[in-house]
């Protein structure tokens, strides 16, 4: 089946830096990816769906300016925490969407630890 | 905005016992309703995905059935193994949405 892999698979980084994250999709065309966030032992918040060569639509709540996503082709999507504080650290995880019939995958995630 | 309930939060069970997941949402028109489990730490595998228009689906030991009228679905495990304890997820996908819509989570422990 179609497979979509993150890098780094987990980060840890000093409060102020910032940090990206790696979405790719391994054997098919992503027309549409998603990224989305996990704290412990809460369900998946979808943070911005991407669409390539076109600017992310973030959910209400999320900033588009702390959370800078990149769609730059059709099997890339990154995801810059900029600025990262403590209250970042999250389990990210990327979808994407494609293949035939259209089905969305997921990424293994990236568990981010910001001290 | 659509908002999907899954009970129980938590359940442990004794390995070789059948048992059901369930899942609510609030607004009917989905396109689709799909069922993940998710081991700590790791990503999403996705299990059965039923299409609107469908009333169940199967995959060996587990069997998801849908009804969208009252907008409930259940994941059905048979013969459950100490290897099934995982969380499991369901997320529907509107009619008019781009993106999933994920429930709350039932995280199973089957006992040894």
């Known amino acids: 089946g179609a497979v979509v892999s993150q890098h780094p698979s987990w980060v840890i980084c000093k409060s102020g830096t910032s940090v990206k994250i790696e979405c790719r999709s391994l054997?098919?065309?992503?027309?549409?990816m998603f990224w989305y966030r996990q704290f412990p032992k809460q369900s998946l918040m979808l943070m911005a769906t991407?669409?390539?060569?076109?600017?992310?639509?973030?959910e209400q709540g999320v900033e588009k300016d702390k959370f800078l996503i990149n769609h730059a082709s059709l099997t890339l999507s990154t995801l810059t925490v900029t600025s990262a504080h403590p209250e970042d650290s999250s389990f990210y995880i990327c979808s994407a969407r494609g293949g035939a019939p259209e089905t969305q995958y997921f990424g293994p995630g990236t568990r981010l630890l910001v001290l | 905005k659509q908002e999907v309930t899954q009970i129980p939060a938590a359940l442990s069970v004794p390995e070789g016992e059948n048992l059901v997941l369930n899942c609510s949402f609030t607004?009917?028109?989905?396109?689709?309703l799909q069922w993940f489990r998710q081991d700590p730490g790791k990503g999403l595998t996705s299990l059965l995905l039923?299409?609107?228009?469908?009333r169940e689906q199967t995959s060996g030991r587990l069997n998801a059935s849908l009804d969208k009228s009252s907008g409930r679905s259940t994941l059905y495990i048979a013969a459950s193994q100490p290897g099934d304890s995982a969380t499991y997820l369901c997320?529907?996908?509107?009619?008019?949405?781009?993106?999933?819509?994920f429930g709350t989570g039932t995280r199973l422990t089957v006992i040894p």
């Open positions: 997320a529907v996908k509107g009619t008019g949405a781009n993106n999933l819509f």
């Open positions: 607004d009917s028109a989905i396109y689709n």
């Open positions: 039923i299409q609107s228009s469908q």
């Open positions: 991407s669409n390539e060569g076109s600017k992310a639509t973030y």
């Open positions: 054997d098919f065309q992503a027309t549409t």
